[in-house]
């Protein structure tokens, strides 16, 4: 439950979802714990974390199994590899959820035996869910042509979100330390291989005359640190309210997503989005109305960048267009919704639903 889209997810279903319970793990390294876990009923399981280690792996799996045969749930819901992992291959007369919030394929941080490994263990685990879930149409897409769950029940359920309260963006940019004036550009996310931070340094380094901020935590935190330039602010983790009442465009540079709550909550703020496109992010941005969707390539986002900020008129309608949109498109009456209309349909056996 690291700081990030998923624990928000993940906290939303157990908050409000009546006899929920949420078996979770410790964060490791530098990664922190989302704050939402704060109101959640928890088990911890305490050998279940990030890092492959079949040790530990085996012992979150005895820890995780004595849980559910004391507890004895109608559904177990897991989310990422690694708890859908281990909490599929336990056996009992429960249901099995499991709800990909992405992939490993445009990951460089694996390599390709890492994926091949993966791959296959996902086909395999797919063949003993009952439901899958994919966060984003797209991603179930690509994880079907995978050959993932190819033949099996699949929904897509957007996350929910709610609006910010934002603040006065002088006094928004006065607390997070940055200039109180001009344009300035928000990269929001983890700072790990996949959220590709590089490309955004890049970008900034071909734009001395626009100012960028850099806000999130993880392994590249203290690297990305030493290679900023001065046009930009590496300020770790931020109050995601705070964030997004400080900047005029958000920026994402990812080489894979599910569907990222950080852009959603840009979205509801009335920020324009500039974003790579990868997973399903075209479901969050709509391209030319919202924000716009480009390529990976540096030369390209500069290019949308300079666009935006040319074009006035543009740049305001996106502003109207993409808190309307997401307001209706990404609430959290819809993600509770879909899920216990899922949840009720394999109690009652009254498929599909």
């Not at 790990?192 to 734009?207: D, F, G, R, T």
């Amino acid at each position: 439950m690291n700081v990030g889209g998923t624990a928000r997810y993940v906290g939303e279903l157990v908050e409000n979802i009546p006899d929920s319970k949420l078996a979770t793990g410790y964060v490791q390294g530098s990664e922190i714990e989302d704050p939402c876990i704060q109101k959640l009923d928890v088990m911890r399981v305490p050998h279940m974390g990030r890092a492959i280690s079949p040790f530990n792996d085996f012992r979150a799996w005895l820890e995780l199994r004595k849980i559910i045969k004391e507890i004895k749930p109608a559904i177990i819901h897991t989310h990422t590899f690694k708890a859908g992992l281990i909490g599929r291959l336990i056996g009992g007369k429960h249901k099995r959820v499991h709800t990909f919030h992405g992939h490993l394929f445009g990951d460089q941080s694996f390599s390709s035996l890492e994926k091949y490994m993966i791959t296959n263990a996902e086909k395999f685990l797919a063949n003993r869910t009952d439901l899958l879930i994919s966060v984003g149409k797209k991603v179930g897409v690509e994880l079907r042509a995978q050959g993932i769950g190819a033949k099996k029940e699949w929904v897509s359920i957007a996350p929910g979100v709610n609006a910010l309260p934002l603040i006065e963006k002088r006094q928004a940019r006065k607390s997070l330390g940055l200039n109180e004036e001009g344009m300035l550009l928000g990269w929001m996310a983890r700072m790990a291989e996949v959220k590709n931070p590089h490309l955004l340094l890049e970008i900034a380094s071909q734009m001395p005359e626009l100012s960028f901020v850099m806000a999130g935590g993880g392994n590249l935190l203290e690297e990305i640190k030493k290679r900023a330039t001065k046009n930009v602010a590496v300020i770790g983790w931020a109050n995601a309210a705070t964030f997004w009442s400080a900047v005029d465009c958000a920026i994402s540079t990812s080489d894979n997503e599910g569907m990222p709550i950080s852009l959603i909550e840009a979205q509801l703020a009335g920020i324009p989005a500039i974003a790579t496109d990868v997973g399903s992010n075209s479901e969050v941005i709509r391209n030319g109305i919202t924000g716009i969707i480009t390529s990976k390539n540096s030369e390209h986002i500069i290019k949308e960048i300079r666009k935006l900020i040319a074009d006035k008129g543009l740049s305001e309608s996106m502003k109207f267009a993409a808190k309307k949109l997401a307001l209706r498109d990404f609430s959290i009456e819809k993600l509770l919704d879909r899920h216990q209309k899922a949840y009720k349909s394999f109690l009652t056996q009254d498929l599909p639903f």
